[in-house]
């Protein structure tokens, strides 16, 4: 707020500002003149706020959960070999080609994609193992490593040794697995026999030598070299 005071008759007004007070008048002038905007974007807000945590209360939780419990059925039958019924269901509970589509976004839905991959391989139909394979998001996990194993697997299938090539790589990606990267280091190895590139076979060879001598693919490390005219 502003106040005046006169020194003398005739003298200018001196005015003195009352900072506070008038930076708070400012702000309710302000908000007076633009409430309503302020007020719906609040409200938009909050009701966001709101709808995102009804979500995942009352829709996103029961929907995980119902996932988990269709994927433990579907997991029974791919355990037994039924790779049929793992895939489609069984007439009353679905497989995982529904719970794909049904639980679309959830922790199960992702997984069914590795499982419908490996049951497709499993029973020979090879591109939709591949499908089914590059749609999982397994990164992060031992299984980011097996998908990319059990792609390579399906490209050798078909014949594309060089996309074959490139998954086994991408398999042995992870170092510090002991278990999967000699075991596909060893499959990229044979792959870069049949396409000729003994070179990098050995490479592939040498690694498991060098990096993982107590694995059982070790064993034969030295007569895969042998083969290959590395003596050393």
């Known amino acids: 707020m502003a106040s005046t005071t006169r020194n003398k008759p005739g003298a200018e007004k001196i005015v003195v500002e009352d900072s506070g007070s008038s930076a708070l008048d400012n702000l309710q002038v302000m908000y007076e003149k633009n409430k309503k905007p302020i007020n719906t974007i609040a409200f938009v807000v909050i009701g966001a706020v709101v709808a995102f945590f009804a979500y995942k209360k009352l829709y996103q939780e029961p929907r995980v959960e119902k996932a988990a419990t269709a994927m433990s059925y579907a997991q029974r039958y ?8 793992a895939l489609n269901g069984d ?16 922790p199960s839905a992702n997984l069914a994609h590795f499982y419908a991959g490996i049951a497709y391989l ?3 139909d090879f591109k939709n193992a591949i499908k089914q394979l590059e749609d999982f998001d397994g990164k992060g996990t031992s299984l980011e490593y097996a998908a990319y194993g059990s792609i390579a697997d399906a490209y050798m299938e078909t014949g594309d040794v060089k996309k074959g090539i490139e998954y086994y790589n991408k398999a042995a990606g992870n170092k510090e697995d002991f278990g999967l990267t000699p075991f596909y280091l060893a499959r990229a190895g044979a792959a870069y026999e049949m396409n000729k590139q003994p070179e990098e076979a050995k490479k592939a060879y040498i690694r498991i030598r060098d990096e ?3 694995a059982p693919e070790a064993r034969n490390v030295d007569k895969y070299l042998a083969r290959l005219g590395d003596l050393n």
């Open 122 to 124: 499993k029973t020979g």
């Open 78 to 85: 791919f355990e037994t070999d039924s790779m049929s019924k």
């Open 91 to 106: 007439g009353q509970r679905i497989g995982f080609l529904k719970i794909e589509k049904k639980f679309s976004g959830t």
């Open 212 to 214: 993982y001598p107590t």
